[in-house]
């Protein structure tokens, strides 16, 4: 099973960024545990900050592997373009957030990625990337 992770704006930031809210764990150091639980997952990791790329990068594994679990950050709230390449890959997309964007703002509470993805796990801080992964393996 081939899975990439993608993560948009600022989540390169993690482990400082705001540690009250997104926690004080870089996401490589995260992946590193997430490869070594799931030795079975051929599993791959890309972070932008740029919107374009984000969108190159679903177009470029969309037709190939066999899920992508994206976390879009900011651009989720905004993206047309990104909600827009969700749809028009076949490999299923998951949607995930650190934070539960619900609690949050109210432009939080808006997501342009929901309608195209096969489910949304949010709130439950890094671990909604383990509990996607398990999704994919059920
Ligand atoms: C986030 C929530 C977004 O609203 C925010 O802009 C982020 C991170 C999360 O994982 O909780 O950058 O996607």
Redesign the pocket.
Known sequence: MKLMIIN????NLLGKREPEV?GSTTFEDYFGQLKTKFPQVELSYFQSNIEGEIIGKIQEVGFDYDGIIL????Y??TSVGIGDAVKAVNAPVIE????N?HK?EEY?HVSFISSGAKGVI?GFGLQSYDLAIQSFLS
């Open positions: 948009g704006p600022n989540l997104y976390n879009a950050a900011a989720t709230h995930v957030h650190i934070s964007t949050r939080r949010l």
